[in-house]
């Protein structure tokens, strides 16, 4: 995933350091420091993908790289002066080559347009000790505006306390929304934010930055392990603490996924149970309206078409009773009667 990544450092003298050797090393470059007379040679080294410098309009001179830097070391008197500004960025994997060089010329023309400085930009491939996804972008700017005429006055935004983390903070948020353009051009759903995890409400703990010393200690250990089969590991206490992070990273992702997993398939099963309720509600309607319509079509008219209890077929099949009948009937049995009890006219004689 693309990861957000600026640091803004500053070239100074009192670190030993000069502008012309700074901006050698990165370019890739062989420049001669006018001012003390040494040679930085370092066109040999490799993993410079491209260099290119942005100026203010009506400043070309300062596209001579040489002439450029030279000028920013001529222009200081203090032993301790800073002569030049360093911006560290990541560039997010899922970017071409083509697309970083864009994005890092559209952050160049940004810094160069806010404070009106030359802007000279190296962009780097991974190292070959570390992550193959670590592209990043080297930004060095002059402290001085630039104009034709040569270096101006000193760029006090960055350091004067009470206006430099409000600078540093709106370039930080900037180089977000250039990533997030990038991406977004190139259709890549992947996004970055310029704020802390604490800031974002995000529970993860950030890795610590390792520093040159670590970095090459561990540069080291790792082409010998290498070298050895043995699989890489961190040996610096700072590169251990990074690596164990990064373990529970992976870890917390994967149970991240995991809870997310559940809770798809929970949805899931109540969608189906909601369209199973739902099928069944309908065909219990349609039974029903079905019975409906096959009673209707049996009795015609309906219940109301249905014969009465005291109008069964039976009794109005039943004839009605003879009452002329029945006394004739009744004369006839007792006339049967009357023959069998007379007198019996053969006793007493």
Same mark, same amino acid.
């Given at each position: 995933?693309? $990861?957000?990544?600026?640091?803004?450092?500053?070239?100074?003298?009192?670190?030993?350091?000069?502008?012309?050797?700074?901006?050698?090393?990165?370019?890739?470059?062989?420049?001669?420091?006018?001012?003390?007379?040494?040679?930085?040679?370092?066109?040999?080294r490799?993993?410079?993908?491209?260099?290119? $410098?942005?100026?203010?309009?009506?400043?070309?001179?300062?596209?001579?790289?040489?002439?450029?830097?030279?000028?920013v070391?001529?222009a200081? !008197?203090r !032993?301790?002066?800073?002569v030049?500004?360093?911006?560290?960025?990541?560039?997010?994997? +899922?970017l071409?080559?083509g697309?970083?060089?864009?994005?890092?010329?559209?952050?160049?023309?940004?810094?160069?347009?806010?404070?009106?400085?030359?802007?000279?930009?190296?962009?780097?491939?991974?190292?070959?000790?570390?992550?193959?996804?670590?592209?990043?972008a080297?930004?060095?700017?002059?402290?001085?505006?630039?104009?034709?005429?040569?270096?101006?006055a !000193?760029?006090?935004?960055?350091?004067?306390?009470?206006?430099?983390?409000i600078?540093?903070?709106? $370039?930080?948020?900037?180089?977000?929304?250039?990533?997030?353009?990038?991406?977004?051009?190139?259709?890549?759903?992947?996004?970055v934010?310029?704020? &802390?995890?604490?800031?974002?409400?995000?529970?993860?703990?950030?890795?610590? !930055?390792?520093?040159?010393?670590?970095?090459a $200690?561990?540069?080291?250990?790792?082409?010998?392990?290498?070298?050895?089969?043995?699989e890489p590991?961190?040996?610096?206490?700072?590169?251990?603490?990074?690596?164990a992070? +990064?373990?529970?990273?992976?870890?917390?992702?994967?149970?991240?996924?995991?809870?997310?997993?559940?809770?798809?398939?929970?949805?899931?099963?109540?969608?189906?149970?909601?369209?199973?309720?739902?099928?069944m509600?309908?065909?219990?309607?349609?039974?029903?309206?079905?019975?409906?319509?096959g009673?209707?079509? &049996?009795?015609?008219?309906?219940?109301d078409?249905?014969?009465?209890l005291?109008?069964?077929?039976?009794?109005?099949?039943?004839?009605?009773?003879?009452?002329?009948?029945d006394e004739?009937?009744?004369?006839?049995?007792?006339?049967?009667?009357?023959?069998?009890?007379?007198?019996?006219?053969?006793?007493?004689?």
């Open positions: 995933m693309a $990861i957000y990544h600026l640091a803004v450092k500053s070239v100074s003298r009192s670190t030993g350091r000069s502008a012309v050797a700074a901006i050698a090393y990165r370019a890739g470059v062989e420049l001669v420091n006018e001012r003390d007379g040494l040679v930085h040679d370092y066109t040999r490799g993993g410079v993908e491209d260099a290119f $410098i942005v100026v203010p309009e009506g400043a070309e001179w300062a596209q001579d790289r040489s002439a450029l830097w030279n000028a070391e001529a200081e !008197k !032993k301790d002066a800073k030049a500004r360093e911006y560290e960025l990541g560039l997010p994997a +899922e071409d080559a697309q970083r060089r864009d994005l890092i010329r559209v952050f160049a023309e940004d810094i160069r347009d806010r404070y009106g400085v030359a802007v000279d930009a190296a962009i780097h491939a991974p190292h070959d000790y570390g992550d193959d996804r670590n592209h990043h080297h930004v060095m700017t002059t402290t001085r505006v630039v104009d034709a005429q040569g270096l101006g !000193k760029t006090r935004q960055l350091d004067v306390r009470s206006s430099a983390s600078e540093v903070e709106a $370039i930080r948020e900037r180089w977000a929304e250039q990533v997030n353009d990038a991406l977004e051009l190139a259709q890549v759903a992947e996004r934010d310029h704020r &802390s995890y604490a800031r974002q409400g995000v529970e993860m703990e950030p890795t610590v !930055k390792m520093g040159h010393a670590s970095a $200690i561990e540069r080291r250990a790792y082409a010998e392990q290498i070298a050895a089969g043995e590991h961190a040996v610096t206490p700072r590169g251990q603490m990074n690596e992070i +990064e373990e529970k990273r992976g870890l917390g992702a994967y149970l991240e996924r995991g809870r997310e997993w559940l809770q798809e398939m929970g949805q899931r099963v109540r969608d189906q149970a909601e369209l199973a309720a739902h099928g509600a309908s065909l219990v309607q349609g039974a029903a309206r079905t019975m409906r319509a009673l209707q079509t &049996s009795t015609g008219d309906g219940f078409a249905l014969p009465a005291d109008q069964s077929p039976r009794q109005q099949q039943t004839p009605a009773l003879d009452h002329g009948q004739r009937d009744r004369q006839r049995q007792h006339q049967r009667g009357h023959d069998r009890d007379g007198p019996d006219i053969g006793q007493g004689r």
